[in-house]
């Protein structure tokens, strides 16, 4: 019986959370278009697990119009082993019904709901390697790459074959009416784990001023979400969900400042979560025209983009203290732009940080995820004055560090290594409050045994969050030179010095 019980109950508690999330914006000053969120809503049917309503609309990604309201159908499952292909978007059991397919639920909606809709398929599943699915889904913002699906003259063809599927399961008269039809569907797979939709709620929480009780060893959000059901409370507006948190006792004492979205993009973004707001187009920094790939493009040097980042950074500095910043680019432009916007001059930064599995969590220095000390070591490797820093804490630099010193440095007299107990990992760094102060423990570091005079070369193999904390610590290392590794060995597979800061 449990075994039947307990997956039920983590699939609503999953579904709970995602609504949460989206909640949250109701409080978020920043997200003042999102009007309405409601959970178990009464329709469109296979699309109502989460539905968002915003005022004033906002662009679509990818496709014509604009959008106004968004649909969220939500499947978990309890391991991460799932896999899917388009044959099984035609399938009712792939989505646990016994008579309609995930396609037939989103035709059947589509015909109720307005055209600025956009229906979310979110799963824990992954697509199958190789399947046509997966060049369908766009990077951008998950929904399906039409131009793509239009490939092949026939059905006989690769994309042929997922046409003839859907349009014959769909009852569909022609492949125009099939496009239109898919028009506004994103598919969002590989969805994050129960327990990462529980950070992201105490998260979002917590910067909106509510309680995070992420602590608990019941998660009390998750019962709330039962009890709203049990009292048929399931449609919250913006007012209406400030005072059910207020009646609740979840506000803290102390409130968040509103904050501004900021962005700087030297490679193209990755989709934003829906429950945060793009940075406005006066706020962002688009250099991507500087890069072919990852690498600067031949007649570009670093010393071009350093001033306008410096320049822009201290220019929203000047509108406002409190940011919020996105930073889809180079770890020496994380860096770079926390020396830019220190401590002593006011600036209040969150950083959305993003990584495997995880479109954009908020990191800041007093998020409360604190964690242990870094292991520090220093390796003498010659007379020089200067030091080499090796961090890694997503992975270990080292041995292509002291080849490249070898190489390259003469003047470093020994290599500063960095590491987080247990060893690098994508799971290293807890949080902001963890990635801040090992970004302090290594200033404190480089201060007690820089020598005058001497330079300190930054190698980092981490998250920008945690780069953009070093650059905050910039000051207290003296003069520092920053790098960036040729993984595509578009150069020479090598280190490639950037910002001088």
């Not at 973004?269 to 793009?278: L, N, Q, V």
């Not at 000047?318 to 830019?340: C, D, I, N, Y």
């Not at 010193?405 to 987080?420: C, E, F, H, R, T």
């Not at 920053?482 to 280190?495: A, L, P, R, T, V």
Request: hydrophobic share 40%.
């Amino acid at each position: 019986m449990a075994n039947a019980v307990v997956p039920r109950w983590h699939g609503d508690d999953y579904q709970s959370r995602f609504f949460w999330i989206h909640a949250a914006s109701l409080l978020d000053p920043e997200r003042t278009d999102v009007v309405e969120v409601t959970f178990e809503a009464e329709g469109p049917k296979a699309f109502d697990d989460v539905v968002v309503r915003y005022d004033p609309s906002f662009r679509r990604v990818s496709g014509p119009g604009r959008i106004t309201v968004g649909y969220y159908q939500i499947k978990w499952h309890t391991d991460r082993s799932g896999r899917f292909g388009f044959k099984n978007l035609v399938e009712p059991s792939f989505i646990g019904a016994e008579k309609y397919s995930i396609l037939q639920h989103l035709k059947a909606a589509k015909a109720q709901a307005d055209e600025t809709s956009a229906f979310y398929f979110v799963t824990t599943d992954r697509v199958r390697d190789g399947d046509p699915l997966a060049e369908l889904i766009s990077g951008a913002d998950h929904s399906l790459r039409l131009q793509v699906l239009k490939e092949g003259k026939t059905d006989r063809s690769r994309m042929g074959e997922v046409r003839k599927l859907w349009r014959e399961h769909l009852e569909l008269g022609s492949d125009e009416e099939l496009y239109d039809l898919l028009q506004g569907l994103h598919i969002v797979e590989g969805h994050h784990s129960l327990e990462q939709l529980r950070d992201e709620v105490s998260i979002r929480f917590k910067f909106v001023g509510l309680d995070a009780a992420e602590h608990e060893t019941a998660f009390k959000y998750d019962a709330a979400a039962r009890q709203l059901l049990v009292k048929k409370i399931n449609r919250f507006d913006r007012a209406a969900f400030e005072e059910w948190c207020r009646t609740e006792g979840w506000y803290l004492s102390k409130r968040p400042s509103p904050r501004r979205s900021v962005a700087i993009q030297t490679y193209p973004p990755r989709p934003t979560p829906e429950h945060m707001r793009d940075a406005s187009p006066e706020c962002t920094l688009d250099l991507t025209a500087s890069f072919e790939n990852r690498h600067l493009r031949a007649d570009v040097s670093w010393d071009d983009l350093q001033v306008p980042i410096v320049d822009f950074l201290k220019a929203r500095l000047k509108e406002t203290p409190q940011m919020r910043l996105f930073l889809e680019a180079h770890a020496s432009v994380a860096t770079l732009a926390g020396s830019a916007l220190r401590f002593k001059d006011g600036a209040d930064v969150e950083i959305v940080q993003r990584g495997q599995n995880n479109p954009g969590v908020v990191w800041s220095a007093d998020d409360g995820l604190g964690g242990d000390a870094p292991v520090i070591e220093i390796e003498s490797v010659g007379e020089g004055k200067d030091i080499a820093v090796a961090i890694g804490l997503s992975r270990d630099p080292m041995p292509k560090v002291k080849e490249y010193v070898g190489a390259s440095l003469s003047d470093v007299g020994a290599i500063l290594k960095v590491a987080p107990v247990g060893g690098p990992g994508q799971s290293a760094i807890k949080g902001g409050e963890h990635a801040a102060a090992i970004a302090a423990k290594i200033a404190e570091a480089v201060a007690a045994v820089r020598k005058p005079g001497g330079a300190v070369h930054l190698f980092v193999a981490a998250p920008n969050a945690f780069s953009f904390f070093l650059g905050q610590q910039a000051d207290a290392m003296g003069k520092c030179v920053n790098y960036e590794f040729d993984f595509s060995s578009q150069i020479d597979g090598s280190y490639q010095p950037s910002f001088k800061i």
